[in-house]
């Protein structure tokens, strides 16, 4: 019914003896932002982990578009359009925040009109353009990780728990960016434990447990029914902020 942009079916992932992913089955609909929730050890970031190709699926495929990205290798996955966000945020310690976001720029010379933007959304980023990002607090280490990903329009954007460890009030301004984002009609992917955050963001929501899927649906219902909630996520629901 409605447009895909990426499909996980049947994806099974090894890591070493360990069978993590059990057959994933994933919709992710374009221009759709798509929560991907669960508790602690459910397999949401090996689940991104395998989109990019970090671990190999041993079984089941992975279509972004008309394209498999199973056999590819992780940069050419990148290169199809996706940015990818992981749980350490991959930002270079050593380097200023300017030099980072040099680097997450694949096509060329930052675009000025899109770095104004980002400052837009980020203010903040602005004082810190020359420091190292290994001096920043987590919270605006986040920042930088979001900024890298958004300095050049991608197919997919794929975040793994950015809320983590945040202050509340760092909480809502990568809200407000992600809202912003989500008006030029981005594709994300967001895993999150934070139910308020996933409420405030989502337009869709899948639940992993046990290395599958075991719910997917509009946020609208899943917000609306607190019985699917603690059934599904039990009590991790809205754990950390
Ligand atoms: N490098 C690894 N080696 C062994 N087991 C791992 C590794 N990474 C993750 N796992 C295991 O895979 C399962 C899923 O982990 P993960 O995808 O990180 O979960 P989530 O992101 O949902 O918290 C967990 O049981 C975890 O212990
Ligand atoms: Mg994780």
Do not use: C
């Not at 003896?17 to 057959?23: D, E, F, R, S, T």
């Not at 992780?74 to 310690?93: C, H, K, W």
């Not at 203010?123 to 810190?128: G, V």
């Not at 983590?164 to 809502?172: C, D, E, I, S, T």
């Amino acid at each position: 019914m409605s447009d895909i942009l990426l499909q996980l079916s049947g994806v099974h992932t090894h890591i070493g003896p360990y069978h993590i992913l059990q057959g994933v089955d994933l919709s992710v609909p374009r221009a759709q932002l798509t929560m991907l929730l669960g508790r602690n050890g459910a397999g949401k970031s090996t689940t991104l982990r395998t989109i990019m190709g970090l671990w190999r699926a041993s079984a089941g495929s992975i279509t972004l578009e008309q394209t498999a990205l199973t056999q590819l290798a992780t940069a050419d996955i990148a290169l199809r359009g996706i940015a990818y966000v992981p749980e350490n945020m991959g930002i270079f310690s050593d380097l200023s925040v300017r030099e980072n976001m040099l680097l997450a720029a694949r096509s060329g010379p930052i675009n000025q009109q899109r770095l104004d933007w980002i400052f837009s959304l980020f203010p903040a980023l602005q004082q810190f353009w020359q420091k190292p990002a290994g001096k920043l607090s987590g919270g605006q280490k986040q920042m930088v990780a979001i900024s890298r990903a958004i300095i050049e329009k991608r197919k997919l954007y794929m975040f793994d728990e950015p809320s983590k460890g945040l202050a509340p009030v760092m909480v809502n301004s990568m809200i407000s960016a992600l809202r912003e984002l989500k008006k030029e009609g981005a594709t994300i992917l967001l895993v999150e434990q934070n139910l308020a955050v996933a409420q405030a963001l989502g337009d869709r929501v899948a639940v992993m447990d046990s290395g599958k899927i075991i719910h997917q649906g509009s946020m609208q219902e899943f917000s609306g029914n607190a019985a699917l909630q603690q059934q599904l996520l039990g009590l991790n629901v809205g754990a950390h902020a």
